[in-house]
Nanobody, 124 residues
Framework: VQLQASGGGLVQAGGSLRLSCAAS????????MGWFRQAPGKEREFVAA????????YYTDSVKGRFTVSRDNGKNTLYLQMNSLKPEDTAVYYCAADSWRLQLRVGVGHYDYWGQGTLVTVSS
């Protein structure tokens, strides 16, 4: 599956952005999906995941209550709604697909396909 992330940009602290990830190729609903981010000088980290049918979600603690992951299998698109953004949310955000559907996973190495990343910059 090919993934294309978009929607990043510059936003002030407290603002909102919605990221999208368009999938093509193999059947989108075959995959659990995840969002990761990588800040300058840091390792890539897990942000959120959603099951193949959208029924289950999981978030890292630092974004709980502020970010919402969702998907539209009819449109082959994954979303990340980000509210109450903080400067520490600044990073390149990546979407990823995991072919293991039995549980939501958080490890970078568990995901099989990756998008190219979209930059989110939050100014203070």
């Amino acid at each position: 599956v090919q993934l294309q992330a978009s929607g990043g940009g510059l936003v002030q602290a407290g603002g909102s952005l919605r990221l999208s990830c368009a999938a093509s190729g193999r059947i989108f609903s075959s995959y659990n999906m995840g969002w990761f981010r990588q800040a300058p000088g840091k390792e890539r980290e897990f942000v959120a995941a959603i099951s193949w049918n959208g029924g289950y979600t999981y978030y890292t603690d630092s974004v709980k209550g502020r970010f919402t992951v969702s998907r539209d299998n009819g449109k082959n698109t994954l979303y990340l709604q980000m509210n109450s953004l903080k400067p520490e949310d600044t990073a390149v955000y990546y979407c990823a697909a995991d072919s293991w559907r039995l549980q939501l996973r958080v490890g970078v190495g568990h995901y099989d396909y990756w998008g190219q990343g979209t930059l989110v910059t939050v100014s203070s």
